[in-house]
């Protein structure tokens, strides 16, 4: 059986998650990824979010319609919030944890922090260890995403593995952000490294040069080689979900809406042909 594709809502840039929802099965997909934001705080891609640590049980209700309403369901949640080593931030995490696990969703991405000397890193392990304690209570599996901190590459995400050794404690590979912060990375290598604790994946394309964002169309870039990504997932058994993560390229206009969609679009299209949907 074919491994579950879906696709953040952050693909639809400032349009957001309710364009997502109305367009996803359209591009030919069931399933969303859904960023929940930290409240208050302007996101980096301009939308009006659906969804914040603040947010009350109406704006859950409202979710779980417009989801029925346009026949998606979701895949999973992004909670990316910050620095887990500040407790403040820790408390936000739970704060959106208590929010999936109303939305009845049972894995998350979210951010597995930053150190600036060893000397912090009990902490932060301490925190994450609260953080993956807190997730398991309510059915849910945390999956680190691929930021600078201790799992930039696959060498910091083993080590944070191992040391921490939780069950609901689990790694997003991005295929795009590990050329993007470090340099000279072999995107396959480094996931084959790390696949055993790999949960989520995020689909992204580039050129594969360090700090270029340029992350658009699926295939378009071509850096990325997805079907070795997919032969080495396929072989430990993941069942997904892979999440179309589209981010766009730097300094370009905005898009319109209709051309956030064409890129979702012609990405699954490309999916299709490297075989994620046999």
């Known amino acids: 059986m074919a491994a579950l594709v879906s696709c953040l809502t952050n693909s639809y840039g400032r349009f957001g998650p309710i364009a997502a929802m109305e367009h996803i099965r359209d591009a030919g997909l069931e399933h969303l990824e859904l960023n929940i934001k930290n409240h208050g705080v302007p996101s980096f891609f301009k939308e009006t979010p659906i969804l914040t640590n603040g ?75 609260d953080i993956g304690d807190y997730a398991a209570e309510r059915g849910i599996t945390y999956c680190f995403e691929t930021h600078p901190g201790i799992c930039v590459n696959a060498a910091g995400m083993l080590r944070t593995m191992t040391d921490l050794n939780h069950p609901q404690l689990r790694l997003n590979f991005d295929t795009g952000n590990i050329n993007y912060y470090n340099e000279h990375a072999n995107v396959v290598e480094e996931l084959r490294e790390v696949i055993p604790f790999v949960k989520h994946v995020h689909l992204k394309d580039s050129y594969c040069k360090y700090k270029d964002w340029h992350f658009t169309t ?61």
Do not use: W
């Open 55 to 129: 947010s009350v049980q109406s704006d859950i209700d409202r979710v779980k319609d417009l989801l029925k309403q346009h026949r998606v369901q979701l895949s999973s949640c992004n909670i990316t919030s910050g620095n887990p080593l500040d407790p403040e931030i820790v408390v936000i995490t739970k704060q959106k944890l208590d929010l999936v696990h109303q939305l009845e969703v049972s894995l998350v991405v979210g951010g597995a922090g930053e150190i600036e000397d060893e000397s912090q890193r009990k902490t932060l392990y301490q925190h994450l260890q």
């Open 218 to 278: 699926l295939g378009e870039a071509g850096g990325v080689d997805f079907l070795k990504i997919r032969f080495l997932l396929e072989d430990q058994n993941f069942e997904g979900p892979y999440s179309l993560e589209i981010e766009g390229i730097e300094g370009e206009d905005d898009p319109t809406l209709e051309e956030h969609h064409k890129r979702v679009k012609q990405s699954i299209q490309y999916l299709k042909e490297c075989g994620f949907f046999d």
